[in-house]
């Protein structure tokens, strides 16, 4: 992101623009203050968590909340861009790409350049996926991997266009009207679709979706080992639980699942699965009077033991 | 934390525990999960920011909900510790101020070692207060600087018994009924009193403070620069305002506002902040339909740049 909003700058634009399911509005919201040129970001109204709407308003981006799904923003945000000069930073726009790549480069220097058997990678509007894809090419024609590990993309079940388009070999483009949990990949038309049906090919990949139950399930184990994160990124897990179960993945190989979003980007959704017990890894709070016999009567060690 | 946590791991603790404002039972919840020891935190019910609960559920404490303040709820936590056997880990534990020494040796290890002229920080437990006064003596006892910064600590005004002792010379210590927005320094009667006091006495210190305004204005300032932080953290900045204006900063000198918390921990606050446009530096979402029009007739980029 910082690299794009520096060629803004750089070519005079007078405003930089996205179109987003907040993250990528939070983050353009941020640099371009930093950078000292006017953001303008298009939201779908109604449907973006809590900590994105508070990062974007609060860094003073110019936060447009559209009567419409993020497909519907982005298609705006093109139309804009086009008309109105102001300069796009979504994944369509290649300094992103270019971006996205160091996670794979990361993640690799991590591991020594002992190249992983799989990575998995939520998938919305196939930025990630198809950044993946560039990432690996790079690092096998210059050597610095042997082999490549496979790639597996996961959507949620009730946005997964690019997981129908791979059950037909990728034979024709679907669009669906996008509904899930998770906000960051509720996208219906993703818009690196040709770049990620080239990544998935070019490292025997797999598509896969997810259901939000399985999403939520995923996450709640994240969180608890202490890490977290937020929805969207869980589906990366829960495709890995997924793949396992079919054996696809096999014992022994080793995965690296990405994931994309803090565990703060959406609070409200933690709430409403922590709070009443509900859930199977909930962990409510309890309310106590302020004296040390009430202390005491909750704390049932074995129970707290037993949990983690 | 790391290290309390380790500490009470290594002895055999039954259990770890905190009081907390959120921010410390966040922490711990996660370190507690990494390590895998049964964390019991006591937070003040209903006065706990959104995203710092969050936290606290997901990583797995049992969080106890305490009908009563901060101030109880640490009393409780004492009270606990002593008789049930739990580690605790607030800042009356050693360990926990040495972590938070390292906030100073950072910052000067980050300004070349020359010490600025002022450090200001948030004051409300005051175990950064005290943390800060420990480090300085360290660094001068050490020879790392030559001569040490003055040290001003900030409180909320409606949380103020520091600022209060401090108005009679620290004749006697003060004990308030807490209300502020900035909910981590929420706190009436702060454990690290004397420690507080020995840190704003060796190092020529002041303490003040200042209006839930003054801090909410400062907090739209640090967000609106793309780095954001929570309530608790803009009093330093509202304080540096205060004392510039009171001629106590002087022009030319070099003074470090350390920020305590992410924007991310307390949303809701951000969200009434900005999203019907009455508070002064206010950047309201605008809610449009999906249609070119509808985003030409907003664009109005001469106000968007006033507003930068």
Same mark, same amino acid.
């Given at each position: ?17 996205? !179109? ?25 109204? =109604? $449907? ?9 308003? !609060? ?12 497909? !519907? ?25 270019? =971006? $996205? ?56 079940? =009730? ?17 669906? %009207? ?83 979003? %803090? ?46």
């Amino acid at each position: 992101m910082t690299v794009a909003v520096s060629n803004a700058k750089r070519i005079g634009a007078r405003a930089v623009s996205c !179109a987003s399911t907040g993250n990528t509005s939070a983050s353009l919201a941020a640099y371009a203050a930093l950078a000292g040129i006017p953001a303008i970001v298009l939201v779908p109204s =109604g $449907q973006i968590a809590l900590g994105k709407l508070a990062q974007t308003l !609060a860094y003073g981006a110019r936060t447009l909340m559209v009567r419409g799904d993020f497909d !519907a923003c982005l298609r705006l945000a093109r139309e804009a861009a086009e008309k109105l000069g102001v300069y796009l930073v979504n994944s369509i726009n290649p300094f992103r790409i270019a =971006g $996205q790549t160091t996670i794979v480069f990361d993640l690799l220097q991590q591991l020594d350049w002992r190249s992983p058997d799989w990575i998995v990678v939520p998938a919305g509007n196939l930025g990630n996926t198809a950044a993946f894809g560039v990432a690996l090419r790079q690092a096998r024609e210059n050597g610095l991997i042997e082999s490549s590990p496979r790639l597996a993309a996961v959507q949620a079940e =009730g946005a997964a266009p690019f997981s129908r388009s791979f059950k037909s070999g990728f034979a024709r483009r679907e669009v669906v %009207h996008a509904e899930t949990v998770a906000t960051a990949i509720k996208i219906g038309d993703p818009a690196s679709y040709e770049r990620g049906v080239r990544a998935i090919r070019e490292n025997n990949g797999v598509v896969l979706d997810v259901s939000d139950s399985e999403i939520l399930e995923a996450k709640a184990v994240i969180d608890a080992s202490g890490v977290g994160c937020e929805p969207a990124s869980a589906a990366s897990v829960a495709g890995v639980r997924r793949l396992v179960r079919d054996g696809i993945i096999r014992k022994g190989e080793r995965v690296v699942a990405v994931l994309t979003g %803090h565990i703060l980007k959406d609070p409200g959704i933690l709430i409403d699965y922590h709070k009443d017990g509900k859930q199977s890894l909930a962990n409510p709070p309890l309310e106590i009077d302020a004296s040390i016999e009430a202390v005491e009567r909750v704390l049932d060690f074995g129970a707290t033991g037993q949990r983690r």
